[in-house]
């Protein structure tokens, strides 16, 4: 069987990696790079940042049917999945399936994604959960990374028993730290090649190493140590931060100010048996954007905004307690302002990366920060910890799982594994470049 590593070998996103063998062909993520621009995801933008994957998107003549394996909901893994080629399956974890709907519900798409996957079991728990497609056999792990339903795949040959690792997006310091080890346990040891995300190696945060836990801690003590409305702005998208910092309200005495968006999401963990307290029970507080609002009605799911009434709280009111931790997105802004309610001087916790804003982002960004300049915000950006693993953990899972090759990817810096893992055949390769196992 050919592997090839269509993206990612030298920069982080993008992701896309093919495995053939004869009319078979697997698809690992088909991600868009951060450093560009889709703008409304039409065919004509997008068709210009397709991986070199033939017969496999829509601008293609010719159709080379595939099996897609999807690791998260993260666009830079998922962002060309609705412009595969009809007669393409595609695979990913249930709530990763969720994930997407519910990004779908609050963007500009339409809501109804022309890709619909199959489950793909991935709880560590269950028997016999693997699929067969061709001669490969795929089995789905459960993994720790800011992206909720992220898994990494382990695939076979069923003639030849040569096995392939991948780790997707991986970490060992989240709320879910405790499937690190156990993915090293369940992986097969001595695979005929091990492909690796490195994120951190070689990066400006190389060695820093705080956990998710550690970070709700000096979140609460921050609180504590305000005793007034502090700002935040995180991710939709990384669901282990919204436990975090509800977490840290519980602790500290406040109340979460969310919006929608940030209600439906932990709605659904309910939905999905998460270990947590049902919505009704916690501090939140909710501002409903007519926006949010008309978004959710639209699809269907007026009656989850009259579920949380008793929640809301009206953007000119948000500011009358001390005690509450109020989210303050980019997108917020024009409310915000309207409102005009902001204590000057707060204390804004970016709880996200937040160095330079992504391609297409750059005049919200610098509205934003204007803004900022303006109040006096006071914008911190350490109460954040990074949703991919450390270097000592990396380390932890190639020696254990002591591959017969290594192949770095969804990395600026590839060549460090080298030096990072000495005794191991790390292989560095180009994008396109393609090996026979």
């Known amino acids: 069987m050919n592997l090839t590593v269509h993206r990612g070998t030298h920069q982080i996103g993008g992701t896309c990696i093919s495995i053939t063998d004869g009319p078979t062909r697997l698809i690992l993520d088909v991600g868009s790079p951060l450093d560009v621009d889709l703008g409304k995801k039409d065919l004509e933008t997008a068709k210009k940042y397709f991986p070199n994957v033939k017969g496999l998107f829509q601008d293609s003549k010719e159709r080379t049917p595939s099996t897609v394996l999807i690791t998260h909901s993260h666009p830079d893994h998922t962002a060309f999945l609705d412009f595969l080629q009809e007669g393409n399956d595609v695979y990913m974890s249930e709530t990763t399936n969720e994930m997407m709907k519910v990004i779908d519900l609050f ?20 028997p016999g959960r693997d699929e067969r497609v061709g001669n490969f056999i795929i089995t789905a792990y459960d993994v720790d990374h800011s992206a909720p339903g ?16 991948y780790t997707g997006d991986i970490r060992a310091h989240g709320k879910k730290f405790k499937l690190f080890p156990m993915f090293i346990k369940a992986c097969p040891k001595k695979p005929d090649i091990l492909i690796t995300e490195g994120t951190m190696v ?45 977490s840290a309200c519980i602790d500290a005495g406040y109340e979460f100010v969310i919006d929608l968006p940030t209600a439906f999401i932990y709605k659904k963990f309910e939905e999905l048996n998460w270990k947590i307290k049902p919505f009704k029970d916690m501090p939140f507080k909710v501002f409903i954007l007519e926006a949010h609002q008309r978004a959710l009605a639209d699809k269907g799911y007026s009656g989850f905004v009259e579920s949380i009434r008793d929640k809301e709280v009206a953007m000119e ?19 915000f302002k309207r409102a005009r309610k902001i204590p000057p001087g707060s204390l804004l916790i970016m709880s996200k990366w937040w160095q330079k804003p992504y391609p297409g982002q750059e005049i919200s960004y610098e509205n ?11 914008l911190d950006t350490t109460f954040h910890v990074s949703g991919h693993a450390y270097t000592k953990d990396l380390k932890t899972l190639a020696e254990s799982i002591n591959p017969k090759m290594l192949i770095p990817i969804h990395t600026n810096s590839p060549d460090a594994f080298k030096d990072l893992l000495p005794d191991l055949n790390v292989k560095v390769l180009t994008d396109n470049e393609t090996i026979t196992i």
Request: proline content about 3%.
């Open 150 to 165: 992220a898994v990494a795949y382990v695939i076979r040959h069923a003639v030849t028993n040569k096995t392939i690792v």
């Open 202 to 246: 070689g990066g400006d945060r190389d060695g820093v190493e705080e956990t998710e836990d550690e970070l709700k801690k000096r979140i609460t003590e921050e609180l504590i140590r305000q005793k007034k409305p502090v700002l935040t702005n995180f991710s939709l998208t990384n669901g282990d931060r919204i436990i975090c910092l509800l």
């Open 368 to 378: 934003y920060m204007t803004f900022v300049r303006k109040m006096r915000l006071k």
């Open 317 to 335: 009111d948000v500011f009358t307690q001390n005690n509450r931790l109020v989210l303050f997105k980019e997108s917020q802004l024009g409310h």
């Open 107 to 126: 963007t500009n798409w339409d809501g109804k994604p022309k890709v619909k996957p199959r489950i793909i079991k991935s709880d560590h728990r269950i």
